[in-house]
């Protein structure tokens, strides 16, 4: 078996994830995609939401949090697992009631 030579990286910052390739044999790397992690999104701050189970879960596990409104659902994800946003069975889907 040979040595890894091709892998993704996620590289987090304030506001922006960025899925990276990385080719160590030709020693290339390019950007794959870019997902924007509204961590500080106002629908966090909602009583209803911040007492959800979801949530807790989420701060205390994801390491690359991402958040986006869909509708009336929030969706929690983590780039290590999923960089789309979408209802994944590795992102939250919370329902977010009204006001």
């Given at each position: 078996m040979?040595?890894?030579q091709?892998?993704?990286?996620?590289?987090?910052?304030?506001?922006?994830l960025?899925?990276?390739?990385?080719?160590?044999?030709?020693?290339?790397?390019?950007l794959?995609?870019?997902?924007?992690?509204?961590?500080?999104?106002?629908?966090?701050?909602?009583?209803?939401?911040?007492?959800?189970?979801?949530?807790?879960?989420?701060?205390?596990?994801?390491?690359?949090p991402?958040?986006?409104?869909?509708?009336?659902?929030?969706?929690?994800?983590?780039?290590?697992?999923?960089?789309?946003?979408?209802e994944?069975?590795?992102?939250?889907?919370?329902?977010?009631?009204?006001?």
């Open positions: 040979g040595a890894l091709r892998f993704s990286a996620v590289v987090d910052t304030a506001t922006t960025h899925f990276v390739r990385v080719d160590l044999g030709t020693g290339r790397s390019e794959a995609h870019t997902l924007a992690t509204q961590r500080d999104h106002p629908a966090l701050q909602r009583a209803a939401l911040q007492a959800a189970p979801e949530l807790a879960a989420w701060h205390t596990f994801a390491r690359h991402w958040v986006a409104v869909r509708g009336d659902t929030v969706l929690l994800g983590d780039g290590r697992y999923s960089p789309r946003v979408e994944a069975w590795c992102n939250f889907a919370v329902p977010l009631p009204g006001p």
